[in-house]
């Protein structure tokens, strides 16, 4: 039997969850589908980076954040389907079809893209036999800060990402060393500031070229780079890569049905409506005029593809949710934290 869905979003990051709650908000019948094993989208790549630029919240652990986000998109019990990859969505009169990797069918009166840019998986470091080190000391991403304490750090990237780690990594390592192949770095000026205030070495004009393992171990001792024609031996305890990520779009269309594009984005109206008509759309994944590639512009994108996906479905229907401090979904939660306030004085 087919199970009809008002709303399906498709991507369960910090657009598609927002999405999820306020759908529910608005008393619509809503699934997420995710493409990764768990909720939180590109947030848990950087789980000990710090978020200071959400309105409302002082600076706060992603993790932390991560975990609340997905509280909060659950709120009114979405069904939620992990592992599956969308690969295409048809139209049949008033019902999309929407088709996952694994032969799934999912059916709903509307659709939300909210996959941002697409499956990401990091650019590995192409150099012989380093695939053997990523279960020791070679990292594409910073699981835990304290794992690298006392420790040599060698950081290969020049852009934001690198950086950011870089400053955070100069607190807790005994050394941080960064290489680019570039002659400038393309990061944030005032975090490029830090490294150089703070005494980190920064190689310009070099790449790595080969990993030497420490004798007795599977571990990396050293590696060699190359700048401006030279070759350099480092003497480190670990690497970390940052050379950006590769990007697989999730969604294909049938025929007639695909949303028009600028580049690498759908181009979308600030109501979240694309060119197809029941498909709407939040997060990185849009271009409009004044569009913000932020967590707060999530958000707000979110809001407006689900309010034009309920005027889609019900013309009657109004522009906007209730504000929730006025919303009777909200009533029994509201008593029950006061009691819970109430309980604790």
Not at 272 to 288: P, Q, R, V
Not at 316 to 342: C, D, Y
Request: charge should be negative; proline fraction near 3%.
């Amino acid at each position: 039997m087919k199970e009809l869905f008002d709303i399906t979003i498709i991507g369960g990051g910090p657009a598609g969850l927002y999405s999820a709650f306020y759908s529910g908000l608005r008393g619509m019948k809503t699934k997420i589908i995710e493409s990764q094993g768990m909720l939180g989208g590109k947030v848990r790549i950087y789980p000990e980076k710090r978020i200071w630029d959400v309105g409302g919240l002082q600076p706060v652990l992603a993790q932390e954040f991560c975990e609340n986000l997905i509280e909060q998109g659950l709120t009114f019990n979405p069904t939620v389907c992990l592992n599956q990859k969308v690969e295409r969505i048809d139209k049949d009169g008033d019902l999309f079809i929407i088709t996952a990797g694994d032969g799934t069918h999912h059916y709903s009166k509307a659709v939300i893209l909210a996959n941002g840019s697409g499956i990401i998986s990091p650019q590995k470091l192409e150099v012989e036999g380093a695939h053997k080190y990523e279960l020791s000391n070679l990292h594409y991403t910073v699981g835990r800060l304290e794992r690298f304490r006392g420790r040599h750090v060698l950081i290969s990237g020049g852009g934001n990402t690198a950086i950011d780690w870089a400053v955070e990594l100069m607190y807790v390592a005994k050394s941080v060393t960064l290489v680019y192949r570039k002659e400038e770095l393309s990061a944030h000026e005032a975090q490029v500031e830090k490294l150089q205030q703070n005494g980190v070495n920064i190689i310009l004009n070099a790449k790595i070229t080969s990993l030497q393992p420490k004798e007795g171990t599977d571990c990396i001792g050293a590696v060699l780079i190359n700048v401006n024609g030279k070759n350099q031996i480092l003497e480190i305890d670990d690497v970390l890569i940052n050379h950006g990520y590769n990007r697989e779009s999730s969604v294909s269309f049938a025929p007639d049905m695909e949303p028009t594009k600028q580049g690498d984005y759908y181009e979308c109206t600030g109501r979240g409506t694309l060119s197809t008509e029941g498909i709407f759309a939040a997060g990185d994944n849009i271009a409009y005029d004044g569009k913000v590639y932020l967590l707060l512009g999530a958000f707000q994108d979110a809001v407006n593809a689900v309010n034009s996906a309920k005027q889609y479905i019900d013309p009657s229907a109004h522009p906007s949710g209730m504000v929730s401090s006025h919303n009777e979904v909200f009533k029994t939660r509201n008593e029950q934290i006061l009691k819970e306030r109430l309980g604790s004085c």
